[in-house]
Nanobody, 125 residues
Framework: QVQLVESGGGLVQAGGSLRLSCAASGRSFSSYAMGWFRQAPGKEREFVAD????????YYADSVKGRFTISRDNAKNTVYLQMNSLKPEDTAVYYCAARGGRWYPSQQEYLYDYWGQGTQVTVSS
């Protein structure tokens, strides 16, 4: 079992930045690829970014590429999402998730075994 707890959400003006954190506990964090997803009001949850177990490979949704950066610190059992140049359309609940097995770029939710409870990000115009 892996427990995931997100933090760092909040209210920010358009153009601003936030850094989300996801702290993991339980089974070996470094053996899992980690992802971030988000769900806006009235919309389905969508992929944002993910990162391989080593941190050497990353993959982003087109909507956030060049603005968001995913990273991880395996010594701290934590994955981060640095969000810059935020837009009102980035407003959503952001979730982190963990998946085992070989990493490859994918946006598929079904690959993920464990999910956090989410943290709210609100971007005002």
């Amino acid at each position: 079992q892996v427990q995931l707890v997100e933090s760092g959400g909040g209210l920010v003006q358009a153009g601003g930045s936030l850094r989300l954190s996801c702290a993991a506990s339980g089974r070996s964090f470094s053996s899992y690829a980690m992802g971030w997803f988000r769900q806006a009001p009235g919309k389905e949850r969508e992929f944002v970014a993910d990162i391989s177990w080593s941190g050497g490979s990353t993959y982003y949704a087109d909507s956030v590429k060049g603005r968001f950066t995913i990273s991880r610190d395996n010594a701290k059992n934590t994955v981060y999402l640095q969000m810059n140049s935020l837009k009102p359309e980035d407003t959503a609940v952001y979730y982190c998730a963990a998946r085992g097995g070989r990493w490859y770029p994918s946006q598929q939710e079904y690959l993920y075994d464990y999910w956090g409870q989410g943290t709210q990000v609100t971007v005002s115009s």
